[in-house]
C-alpha cells in the first residue's frame, strides 16, 4: 500500500501568517493515464473535510487563493497564506492513484 | 446543490451486522464513482471501500474485505455499505463521498460496535 507521511504533525501559526504542510509518498502518484491523484482536505471541528485542493494544484470550487498546492511523483506541499481563523483544523492530504486508497496522518493548525 | 445524506448507524454487537446507507441528490448519481471513508473517534481519515459508476469495479481496504460490502442502487440514487462480523475497531463516523477527488462528503453517520 501506498504510505503519505504528512508532516508535521502540528502547527503554530499567526492570524495573517503563512503556513506549510508537506506529504510524501511511498511511490510515484502518477498514474498511468499521466495524471496524479493527490489531494487535499480540510476538516474543521465537528465537521466533514472538504475538499480544497485537487490533482496536486487545482483549488475546488469556492476556495480562495490563499491556498495553493504544489509538488509532483512523490513530494507535494500545501501551502496556506494570510492564515485566517476558518483556516484551523485539520489538514489531510490522500492519493487516488492507486487502490487502496490512502491518507496523510494529518495536520493540526492551530493558532500561535 | 450536491447533497450527500448517510443514515442507519447506530450501536451494534460484536459480531452482529448493520447496513448504511447514502441518499445523493443535486447531480446525476449514476454518473460517477462513490466511496466510503471512516474516522474513529479521535482518530485520523481512513478509506473503507469504492464502487464504480457502474458498479464494475469495487475495491476494499484490507481492514474490511470480506466483511463489508459496497453497493448501489442507481435508480434510487444510494449507495450502501452493508457491514458484518462488526469489531469494536470498526467503531467510526462512516463518511459517503463522491468520485476519486472525494469532491463532495456527506455529514457522516456514527457506528458504534460495543456489547
Known amino acids: 500500500d501506498v504510505v503519505l507521511t504528512q508532516t508535521p504533525v502540528s502547527l503554530l501559526i499567526s492570524l495573517g501568517g503563512q503556513a506549510s504542510i508537506s506529504c510524501r509518498s511511498s511511490?510515484?502518484?502518477?498514474?498511468?493515464?499521466?495524471?496524479?491523484?493527490l489531494h487535499w482536505y480540510l476538516q474543521k471541528p465537528g465537521q466533514s473535510p472538504q475538499l480544497l485542493i485537487y490533482?496536486?494544484?487545482n483549488r475546488f470550487s469556492g476556495i480562495p487563493d490563499r491556498f495553493s498546492g504544489s509538488g509532483s511523483g512523490t513530494d507535494f506541499t500545501l501551502k496556506i497564506s494570510r492564515v485566517e481563523p476558518e483556516d484551523l483544523g485539520d489538514y489531510y492530504c490522500?492519493?487516488?492513484?492507486?487502490?487502496?486508497?490512502?491518507f496523510g496522518g494529518g495536520t493540526k493548525l492551530e493558532l500561535k | 446543490e450536491v447533497q450527500l445524506v448517510e443514515s442507519g448507524g447506530g450501536l451494534v454487537q460484536p459480531g452482529r451486522s448493520l447496513k448504511l446507507s447514502c441518499v445523493a441528490s443535486g447531480f446525476t448519481f449514476s454518473n460517477y464513482g462513490m466511496n466510503w471513508i471512516r474516522q474513529a473517534p479521535g482518530k485520523g481519515l481512513e478509506w473503507v471501500a469504492y464502487i464504480s459508476s457502474g458498479s464494475s469495479y469495487i475495491y476494499y481496504a484490507e481492514t474490511v474485505k470480506g466483511r463489508f460490502t459496497i453497493s448501489r442502487d442507481n435508480a434510487k440514487n444510494t449507495l450502501y455499505l452493508q457491514m458484518t462480523s462488526l469489531r469494536s475497531e470498526d467503531t467510526a463516523l462512516y463518511y459517503c463521498?463522491?468520485?476519486?477527488?472525494?469532491?463532495?462528503w456527506g455529514q457522516g453517520v456514527m457506528v458504534t460496535v460495543s456489547s
Open positions: 490533482q496536486v494544484s
Open positions: 511511490q510515484s502518484l502518477v498514474h498511468s493515464n499521466g495524471n496524479t491523484y
Open positions: 490522500l492519493q487516488s492513484t492507486h487502490f487502496p486508497r490512502t
Open positions: 463521498a463522491r468520485r476519486w477527488e472525494l469532491d463532495y
